[in-house]
C-alpha cells in the first residue's frame, strides 16, 4: 500500500467507530473534519500542498478530542492515533508523516509554517473557525483562491472580515 492508493473511505470509517465524546453537531467533530478536508484541497491546487497529508489531517487533528471546549493536547493524540494506524490502515513516507504529525500537533498553537503542506493544513482548519465565532486573521495561503470556490462561510471569514 502506498501513500497514492491510501483507502480514505475505509480510514474514516475506522476512525469514526473509535470511541469518542463526539455527539451529533460537535463543532470538532466529522462534519468539521470533512470541511477542513475540502477547503484543504482547494487551497492545495493552489499551494502545492501534498494532498495526501492534507486529506489525513482534516482526519487526524481533532479526532481525539476528549471535550469541545480548552484541551490542549487533542492534536498531540491525534498525531499519536495517525501514527498507530500508519503501516495497518494507510501508509505514509517517514518525510510526509513526520509532517502529518507536526501539523497534528501544532495546529491550535502556531500560526505560520514555510512549509506549503503544514500551511495548508493549519489554513483548511482557520477557514472554518467561523463555526464557533471566530474569525482568523493568520490564514496564510488565501490570497488566490477564487472566492466562489469557498463555503459562504469561509468566503465572509477571510474576504468580508
Same mark, same amino acid.
Not at 480514505?8 to 463543532?27: C, E, I, K, N, T
Not at 477542513?36 to 484541497?41: A, C
Not at 502545492?48 to 489525513?56: D, H, K, N, P, T
Not at 489531517?57 to 500508519?86: C, I, Q, Y
Given at each position: ?5 491510501i ?6 470509517q ?8 463526539r455527539f451529533?453537531g460537535s463543532v470538532?467533530g466529522?462534519d468539521?473534519?470533512?470541511?477542513v478536508e475540502?477547503?484543504?484541497?482547494? =487551497?492545495?491546487?493552489?499551494?502545492g &500542498?501534498? @494532498? !495526501?497529508?492534507v ?8 479526532? +481525539? ?11 498531540r493524540r ?6 498507530a ?19 497534528c500537533?501544532?495546529?491550535?498553537? =502556531?500560526h505560520h509554517?514555510?512549509? &506549503?503542506? @503544514? !500551511? ?7 477557514l472554518?473557525l467561523? +463555526?464557533?465565532g471566530?474569525l482568523?486573521r ?6 488566490a ?17
Amino acid at each position: 500500500m502506498s501513500d497514492l492508493s491510501i483507502d480514505y473511505d475505509s480510514l474514516w470509517q475506522m476512525v469514526l467507530a473509535l470511541p469518542s465524546h463526539r455527539f451529533p453537531g460537535s463543532v470538532h467533530g466529522p462534519d468539521h473534519w470533512r470541511r477542513v478536508e475540502r477547503n484543504g484541497l482547494i =487551497l492545495a491546487s493552489q499551494s502545492g &500542498a501534498y @494532498i !495526501a497529508v492534507v486529506r489525513l489531517f482534516a482526519l487526524f487533528h481533532d479526532s +481525539r478530542r476528549e471535550n469541545e471546549n480548552h484541551d490542549p493536547d487533542h492534536g498531540r493524540r491525534g498525531a499519536a492515533l495517525a501514527r498507530a494506524l500508519r503501516g495497518k490502515a494507510f501508509e505514509l513516507s517517514d518525510e510526509w508523516m513526520a509532517k502529518l504529525e507536526y501539523a497534528c500537533v501544532w495546529h491550535t498553537d =502556531l500560526h505560520h509554517h514555510e512549509d &506549503a503542506t @503544514i !500551511a495548508t493544513c493549519w489554513d483548511a482548519d482557520r477557514l472554518d473557525l467561523g +463555526r464557533v465565532g471566530m474569525l482568523d486573521r493568520a490564514v496564510t495561503k488565501i490570497g488566490a483562491i477564487d472566492r466562489r470556490s469557498l463555503s459562504p462561510m469561509a468566503t465572509s471569514c477571510v474576504f468580508e472580515g
